[in-house]
C-alpha cells in the first residue's frame, strides 16, 4: 500500500498519478484530398492550457494526428475559433462545411448522441467562432476530438461541387473526393470535482473529496508520481519517485 498525504493547499485540484501508459484504440483513418489549397490554418481551443495551433493547408495531404491535448473539466463551456483561407480559389467550389467531434464514450466511433459537438454549414473562408459544453456523463480520460472542414455540395457564388454531407470517417466515401482538411486532437476530461478516480489500472482512494486543506492518496500499486494542480494549470505540488 503507497500512502501520500498533503496538507495546506487550496482547492479544487486535478491530481494526476502516473502509472505505466495506456494504451488506446485508433479512430478512423481516411485520405483526405486538398485539390485547390483549401484546409485550417488556425484553430484554438480554451481548455488548460489552451490549443493553439497555426499550420499550411498542404501539411500531410490533409490528414494530421497534431499530437496536442488540453485538459477540459465535464460541465463546463470551451470557446473555440478555426480559420480557412482558401489560396487557389481555381474552381467555382468556394463555400465549406465544417465538424468538430468528441468521442465522450471512449468506443473510437464519434458516431454517437451527443459526439456532434459543433457545426457550421455552407460559409465562405474566413474565421469562424463558436463553443460547446462537456457533458457531465463525458467519461473521464482521454478523448479523441477531430476538427474538420470540406467543400460544401454548391457554392454561395452558384457552383455544383458534388461533395457529399460531411462524416467523422468519411463514410461512405464521397464521391468526388473529401476536398478539406482534418485535425486529431486528445481531450483530457476530468469530473466536475476536479479529482479523477476512473482511469487508473487499479482501485485508489482520494479523500477528502472535495478537499479543502488536505487530501491523501492511497493505492494498491506503486505511485511513480504525483501532480496537483488548480483549474487553470498552476501546479501546487509534483513528486517523483515516491
Known sequence: MNTISFRRFILTTMCALTYAPAIFAQVCTFTAQECCGEGITHFQLNGTPAINRTSTVTENGGFTNTGLSTTVVAGMTYAYSVTFPVENNVVNCNTYNFRIYVDYNHNDLLTDPGELVDSLDNVPNGTYFGSFTIPVSALSGDAYMRVMMKMA???????????????????PADPVGFHGEVENYTLKIIPATGLSESQWHS??????????DRLKVESAEWIYSITLTDLSGHRFVHKDGL
Do not use: F, K, Q, R
Open 203 to 212: 482501485p485508489i482512494l482520494i479523500s477528502p473529496n472535495p478537499a479543502s
Open 153 to 171: 455540395a454548391s457554392s454561395l457564388s452558384g457552383g455544383l461541387c458534388g461533395h457529399t454531407p460531411v462524416t467523422p470517417c468519411n463514410s
